[in-house]
């Protein structure tokens, strides 16, 4: 009992003062909290559900929550060895002065004015250019917003700007998604323009070793999505993809696709690019586009 509320006391978990933390189960009011919630959610879920793990995605303020939790579903001999229980916390979204995002009033920004905001900016990159697809500049901020978020290192907070995220180049969405529209230009080009007499080939054919780093770089995405679902961690993924992006541009620019003697070949090797970008992006719940 502590002021009348029923608590848990764990070794080892300390408030500031340095003196033991406790997990409130029942308050003075006879009133219940999350962690009532939480214990008897997770109660639950082993004992019917019976799964592997169990994955909480939160804040990284709420970690010692979340510790003290999971250590009290062990003593209480409620945790199987079967099901894993796990805590991923991730960092805040900051602005350039390293605070965290709030109107001019003080106020926390709704979801839905921070989208907004994001829209203007990104009809700002197109600019007056004219694009078929008018969901576009709606597809680029949810996607930069969606990629940032996850190409952030998990636990650190990180700066939110919108002439940094929102370009064509770096680990943005933005870049990726230029690489994949490049390659949706190339292949139209191709078939529009294309004397190519290897075309009936299966196979691609590395004469370049800019060629054979791409590919082989490429063969390891399945590796990357075992270890992205092992480790938990978006980044690995995000990373992979950014990385596929800078080597296919470079690929580009070295090895000539519509006028080669091997430009079919080529012209595989940026639909492997183009495969895996799509498949990634549908991972990651982002939206390509075939034009910018």
């Given amino acids: 009992m502590s002021n009348q509320a029923k608590c ?11 003196k033991p933390l406790p997990v409130i189960i029942k308050k003075a009011d006879n009133g219940f909290n999350y962690a009532t919630t939480e214990i008897a959610t997770l109660y639950y879920r082993i004992k019917y ?8 995605v939160t804040d990284i303020g709420q970690k010692t929550h979340f510790d003290m939790i999971f250590k009290i579903i062990e003593y209480l001999k409620i945790k199987n060895n079967k099901t894993q229980l796990i805590h991923i916390g991730f960092g805040l979204m900051l602005n350039d002065d390293n605070k965290k995002i709030k109107t001019r009033a003080g106020d926390s920004v709704k979801l839905k004015s921070f989208i907004m905001n994001s829209i203007i900016y990104a009809k700002k990159i197109l600019g007056k250019k004219k694009y078929k697809n008018i969901k576009l500049p709606h597809i680029l901020a949810i996607n930069t917003i969606k990629y940032a978020d996850l190409s952030n290192k998990l636990a650190q907070n990180y700066i939110f700007n919108y002439d940094r995220l929102l370009k064509f180049k770096g680990n943005t969405a933005m870049f990726l998604m230029y690489a994949y529209a490049r390659i949706c230009s190339i292949k139209k080009k191709y078939n529009e323009y294309n004397t190519d007499k290897m075309k009936k080939i299966s196979c691609v054919i590395l004469t370049e070793p800019i060629e054979l780093d791409l590919v082989l770089y ?8 075992l270890k992205t679902i092992n480790k938990l961690d978006p980044t690995i993924l995000t990373s992979y993809l950014y990385n596929i992006a800078e080597k296919f541009h470079s690929f580009f620019h070295s090895c000539n696709v519509l006028n080669s003697n091997y430009g079919y070949s080529r012209l595989l090797i940026c639909e492997m690019v183009q495969h895996v970008l799509a498949s990634g992006f549908k991972i990651l719940g982002l939206k390509l586009v075939n034009k910018i």
Avoid: T, W
């Avoid at 559900?49 to 909480?56: N, S």
């Avoid at 490429?218 to 999505?225: D, V």
């Fill in 8 to 18: 848990i006391y764990i070794d080892g978990f300390l408030n500031v003062d340095n």
């Fill in 49 to 56: 559900h019976k799964p592997d793990k169990i994955i909480y």
């Fill in 218 to 225: 490429l063969l390891q995405y399945r590796y990357i999505i």
